[in-house]
């Protein structure tokens, strides 16, 4: 794996929005920085995402100074400062409570107006304490954004590849082949035997190290036509034939920063353990 390289950087500033891939991102204690620190909720107080509102993959949001502009079909674009910490309103995502702070009214409108639903934009203000990471994986005092469970989600090229032949063997191939995107990841490496991952316990991107938290099971976001929010079978279907490990279907692996600094496209990439 000397070989082994960062393919590509993405960062999601709004979770479940589309994504941005810059060439280079500063890894924080808790994710790229930028990286899902907004998040829609219902009426509720639910965290809101694709597995609800699949149009979310044709919105996009970008990362400008001082908050995130949206935009979206139909919509004109909206700059959605970060909100004054006045107070906190909580959410709950995936069953646990966190607190965040509610963006502004004109936000809102502009996602409830997107959605066609009521919807609530609501920004982390202080991912050092808010939400720690999933705790049957996490370590004393780590912490995570509004990601699913952990602070970056890595993905390899050539397990994408293998998991395309898998679908194309397995049956009608009108689904395939898939593109990274489906997967969502934050860091996409190159130059490593397909499912290599699965076995690492620590990396690292450049000069910054990584422990591998988990393994990442999948859901019906990936069946998600991220250029079109049409859902098909596929990849679940297969990683139901094959990738089936502790009774979750499983592609990429979720990591937990030890170090900080930047990572950049390009960096070698080196198992630790």
Sequence with gaps: M??????????????AFRGLAPREAVVEPWGLAGDRRWVL?????????????????????????????????????????????????????????????????????????????????????DPATRRPVDPDYALPGETVSFADACPLLLTSAASLDALNSLIAEDGPAEEGPLPMNRFRPNVVVGGTAPWAEDHWRGIAVGEVEFRVAKMCGRCVVTTTDQDTAERGREPLRTLGRHRRIGG??????????????TIRVGDPVRVLE
């Design 2 to 15: 000397g070989n082994a390289e960062l393919l590509s950087i993405h960062v999601h500033p709004v979770k």
């Design 41 to 125: 909720i219902d009426d509720g107080g639910k965290v809101v995402t694709q597995r609800q509102q699949p149009r979310l993959a044709l919105a996009a949001a970008e990362l400008v100074p001082g908050g995130v502009r949206l935009c979206g079909p139909g919509l004109e674009p909206l700059i959605v400062p970060v909100p004054e910490a006045a107070g906190t309103v909580t959410l709950d995502i995936f069953g646990n409570k966190v607190e965040g702070v509610l963006a502004g009214e004109s936000a809102h409108a502009w996602c409830s107006a997107y959605l066609g639903v009521p919807a609530r934009l609501v920004h982390m203000d």
């Design 248 to 261: 979750s279907l499983v592609f990429g692996q979720h990591l937990v920063p030890r170090s900080l600094g």
